[in-house]
């Protein structure tokens, strides 16, 4: 037994000792109960203390601006190394014997598991009259995807992701249709690497071509004629695909049929190894569009009229401070949705013939809502909003004016249509934090909209409530959260409760339901979402308040929803737990450091922990936007003024913490994590454990196999519960 059970044995005995000592009324019971409380205490705190590997602290330091900042796990970054697979070995071992001593840890992955069997749909999708969907019947580890003749066909397999291995460690990231509906080009991810591969599939016969493209990573396929374009690095170096550095990306054109050798170089610019290129083509295919960026926000536009190829490519956006999405065109110009003099977007029409901005034409100007998409279908503009992280969906036609609504079922997220721009049908799916995903089918002439696939989930959304709370921050800003709970719920300041946060790289937190909440929810808990600045909830300049130097606003804003919550008797900090991944990894791992005290358990996923080095591995080199880099004078002392693993302090009790990682995360490489976990396990002081569980086969989190879902999610509520003292009620 662990820490918290020989607590709670302690209790027992002690509550039967003193009920026999009143009635015995002797000395030889009071004897015998500090002896009991003696020997309890001495096994808490030395026998059953957790033993945590050994790290090896290397001699490394660097020196940055005159700061000399030791690294003494550097060889940890090796993740090929064999001292390195020792190590996760090592942790993994220390981990799971512990996980697997928790009593209930068996009763929580079978509620998840009776949970998340029931048939789940996505939205349908179609060319010609083949319609494609997918569906996963419960528990498969992947959704399979289908395809029939018509809306009302018999669906039959089409790919079927489960059958390419046993384990569940390939998946298929994405899938294009050829506009003859000849042909389905698909993506397919291996153990949950970024690194994709390209097969070809005819869609009559559901033969598979010979077509294959290796080394895709951060595109998409869009067809023209009878072929399509695609991204893709150089072959990397070997034993560098998981943690090298992407450089030199380049659009390619593949004809079906042809080796990968003979693909076409579309474009490329050698003088700018980190910069990244997406090719897309419009719905008629008359105009291919690149869009070239060198982060993850700000990018330049170019295109080719297609019926014009003698001009080569347009520059009709510059620079890479503004955002440029192409929606499609309207008589040879181009429907463009940008930032640029508008932090809360707009539409525009750009004439490649004199595209300076003067001569935009303004379709939909800025407005109180965030613009989050545009959509064509029948004839008509349908463009996605967002008012406090919630979606509106206002129907406009092609001068701007603005002709109607799209009434939502509740306060939820609105996905984009799926559909065409001269035929009257359309679907979308529509979710909330009580409401699961639902797929709708749309009716443009009508506005109406019924329920095409709709969930059973062993689950009552009424017995629910979701709240939106608005919450002032260190700086006197105002922050949205929201959060659920059961309907009568008593605020005591004794519930559990999971505080979620992401706060970056302009992504938007909005409500989504999700199954894995459940067992939080029916266990009295509450679960809170914090839309912190950083994000995009309210547009470009709320999510650069919490760029760069303005960073710790992120940390400020989560640190008052936490105090929020615990202010007004939601919980308190023995009871309150954190989480995020990627981005939001780092939010947990600053927060923890800064305020330990706030916490009960953290749960840092795949973050990025040691912000002097980000830059270095992979696509890091794109972060610098949001974050900057330990290469300005002015920026280093900023991330090392808030980098998690570098404001560990020794003697600290800190939150009991459960660090995620996976060994194939070519993202956010799991070097941050590895180095976080053995600086805090050797620095920290108390009583709570802190641990990492390290997957295998598995990287950032997308294509994750369902049976792994459930396991990772299993562990991270029995982990939360168990240090929470909370028996589910399973």
């Known amino acids: 037994m662990f820490f918290n059970q020989q607590i709670r044995s302690l209790k027992v005995i002690t509550k039967f000792l003193t009920k026999k000592q009143e009635k015995m009324k002797s000395k030889p019971t009071i004897i015998l109960a500090v002896l009991i409380v003696q020997l309890m205490f001495y096994s808490c705190s030395e026998r059953d203390k957790i033993e945590y590997p050994e790290t090896r602290m290397g001699d490394v330091v660097d020196e940055y601006f005159g700061v000399k900042v030791p690294d003494p796990y550097r060889w940890l970054e090796d993740e090929n190394s064999k001292e390195t697979k020792a190590w996760v070995k090592a942790q993994n071992e220390v981990t799971f014997d512990y996980l697997e001593n928790i009593p209930f840890r068996n009763k929580i992955n079978e509620r998840l598991t009776e949970l998340s069997d029931f048939p789940r749909y996505g939205t ?12 996963n019947e419960g528990t498969q580890n992947h959704s399979v995807l289908y395809v029939q003749d018509g809306i009302d066909g018999e669906p039959r397999e089409f790919i079927n992701p489960n059958k390419m291995c046993e384990d569940g460690t390939i998946s298929v990231s994405s899938v294009s249709i050829c506009n003859n509906a000849k042909y389905v080009a698909y993506r397919v991810s291996k153990a949950g690497s970024d690194w994709t591969e390209i097969f070809v599939k005819e869609i009559e016969s559901g033969e598979n071509l010979d077509d294959h493209i290796k080394w895709v990573k951060f595109s998409g396929i869009s067809w023209e004629g009878n072929g399509f374009y695609y991204s893709r690095y150089d072959e990397p170096a070997p034993g560098e695909a998981l943690s090298g550095t992407n450089e030199y990306h380049k659009i390619y054109y593949h004809e079906v049929g042809t080796p990968q050798s003979e693909d076409v170089l579309i474009y490329h610019n050698p003088d700018e190894p980190r910069r990244n290129f997406f090719a ?141 721009k001269d035929e009257n049908i359309a679907f979308f799916s529509f979710t909330s ?46 922050v949205p959260m929201f959060i659920v709970h059961k309907k009568g719920l008593e605020l005591d300041g004794n519930n559990p409760a999971l505080l979620y946060g992401y706060g970056g790289f302009n992504a938007s937190l909005t409500p989504g339901f999700s199954v894995s909440r459940i067992v939080l929810l029916e266990n009295n808990g509450i679960y809170a979402m914090a839309n912190t600045r950083g994000g995009g909830e309210y547009g470009r300049e709320w999510h650069m308040a919490g760029a760069q130097l303005n960073r710790q ?11 929020y919550l615990i202010d007004n008797k939601y919980t308190s900090p023995q009871r309150l737990a954190i989480q995020g991944g990627s981005n939001g990894g780092l939010l947990v791992g600053a927060v923890m450091t800064q305020r330990p005290e706030l916490f009960k358990v953290a749960l840092p996923a795949v973050g990025v922990l040691d912000m002097l080095r980000y830059h270095k591995f992979t696509i890091g080199w794109a972060w610098a936007t949001d974050y900057g880099t330990s290469e300005d004078s002015v920026h280093f002392h900023n991330l090392y003024s808030y980098s998690p693993l570098h404001n560990i302090k020794e003697g600290v009790n800190y939150p009991a913490t459960l660090v995620t990682t996976a060994d194939h995360d070519d993202r956010v490489v799991p070097a941050h994590s590895y180095k976080f976990i053995a600086e805090l396990q050797r620095k920290h002081k108390g009583p709570n454990p802190v641990l990492i569980r390290i997957e295998t086969d598995a990287g950032h989190g997308a294509g994750k196999p369902m049976s792994k879902i459930i396991e990772g999610q299993t562990d991270i509520w029995s982990f939360i519960f168990y240090n929470m003292d909370v028996t589910p009620i399973y």
């Open 124 to 135: 349908p999708f179609w060319e010609g009259n083949y319609y494609f969907f997918y569906k």
């Open 280 to 420: 897309g083509t419009t719905e008629d295919e008359r105009f291919l569009i690149i869009s070239e960026s060198e982060s993850t926000s700000g990018n330049a536009l170019k295109i080719k009229d297609n019926k014009n190829p003698g001009l080569g490519f347009v520059k009709i956006a510059e620079g890479f401070d503004f955002d440029y999405r192409a929606v499609d065109h309207i008589d040879g110009k181009i429907l463009v949705l940008t930032n640029y003099v508008a932090p809360k977007y707009r539409l525009v029409l750009i004439n490649p013939q004199d595209p300076a901005p003067s001569s935009w034409q303004e379709i939909l100007p800025e407005r109180e809502e965030v613009l989050r998409s545009v959509s064509q279908i029948g004839g008509k503009l349908f463009a996605h909003y967002m008012k406090d992280a919630s979606s509106r969906v206002y129907i406009y036609d092609y001068d701007g004016k603005q002709t109607g609504e799209l009434e939502l079922p509740t306060l939820g997220s609105f996905s984009r249509f799926s559909g065409k």
């Open 433 to 478: 934090f009580t409401y699961p995903t639902t797929i709708f089918k749309y009716d443009v002439a009508t506005n109406e909209y019924e329920a095409y696939k709709e969930p059973e989930v062993d689950f009552d959304p009424e017995a629910y409530e979701t709240k939106q709370a608005f919450f002032t921050s260190k700086d006197g800003t105002v």
């Open 553 to 563: 606003n992120v940390f400020d804003d989560f640190i008052a929803a936490a105090e």
